[in-house]
């Protein structure tokens, strides 16, 4: 199995979410994200699980030996690409506060 480009990832993920209605969302400020330490607000938009989003489909922990190098490799490339589409929109990716598992688009408000 080939793996993908950065810039393949960021292809799909232009095209796999609807950003306007995201930043709409953050910036609506309906669902804030309570992690930051000068009290600004964030907004935040679910874009899906860990599960259902990163190409291993896995979420790593410290203790765990089933992930390869290509797992590894797929997902680093991915989330790099995610960062940059957010990062380009001036938002971040931020975990669930109640499943770290759960991955959000975030911006300040």
């Known amino acids: 199995m080939e793996t993908k480009t950065k810039e393949q990832y960021y292809q ?13 969302e953050c910036e609506s400020g309906e669902f804030l994200y309570e992690e930051d330490m000068d009290e600004d607000k964030i907004g935040c938009s679910l874009l899906g699980s860990v599960f259902q989003l990163a190409p291993s489909g896995k979420y790593y922990m410290p ?15 991915f989330y790099e690409a995610l960062d940059e589409i957010l990062d380009s929109m001036n938002m ?12 959000f688009a975030a911006k300040y408000i």
Request: with cysteine.
């Open 12 to 24: 799909e993920l232009e095209n796999m979410f609807h950003w306007d209605k995201i930043i709409e």
């Open 92 to 103: 971040f990716l931020v975990p669930g506060e109640g499943d770290p598992c759960d991955l």
């Open 63 to 77: 203790w765990t030996t089933n992930q390869t190098e290509q797992d590894i490799e797929e997902d680093n490339t």
